[in-house]
Nanobody, 123 residues
Framework: QVQLRESGGGLVQAGGSLALSCASSGGAFSRDAMGWFRQAPGKEREFVAAISWHGGNLYYADSVEGRFTISRDNAKSTLYLQMSGLKPEDTAVYYC????????????????WGQGTQVTVSS
């Protein structure tokens, strides 16, 4: 059974930076596509970034392009999200997700999810 555990969330001032990590266990991480999603109160879960199994294909939501960087370390079965230039509208619970096959921006196609980590950006 695949388990995902996010870490690194917290409270930061606008313009600041945070780095999220997602440790995967129990699956074939090095062959799976990974994604980051977020959900703010009262809103639907939305795509943030995704990365192919080999790390060569990266995808970002327009709202985070140029500010966030997704990466992975297959040797450590860990996914990362480096966030900079944070804005109050980035406040949300951030989730990592894992799926077999190609990357996707659609939450529903991911097979496994972490429990989420809260990111709060103050103005």
């Amino acid at each position: 059974q695949v388990q995902l555990r996010e870490s690194g969330g917290g409270l930061v001032q606008a313009g600041g930076s945070l780095a999220l990590s997602c440790a995967s266990s129990g699956g074939a991480f090095s062959r799976d596509a990974m994604g980051w999603f977020r959900q703010a109160p009262g809103k639907e879960r939305e795509f943030v970034a995704a990365i192919s199994w080999h790390g060569g294909n990266l995808y970002y939501a327009d709202s985070v392009e140029g500010r966030f960087t997704i990466s992975r370390d297959n040797a450590k079965s860990t996914l990362y999200l480096q966030m900079s230039g944070l804005k109050p509208e980035d406040t949300a619970v951030y989730y990592c997700a894992e799926r077999e096959g190609l990357t996707s921006k659609i939450p529903g196609v991911y097979d496994y999810w972490g429990q989420g980590t809260q990111v709060t950006v103050s103005s």
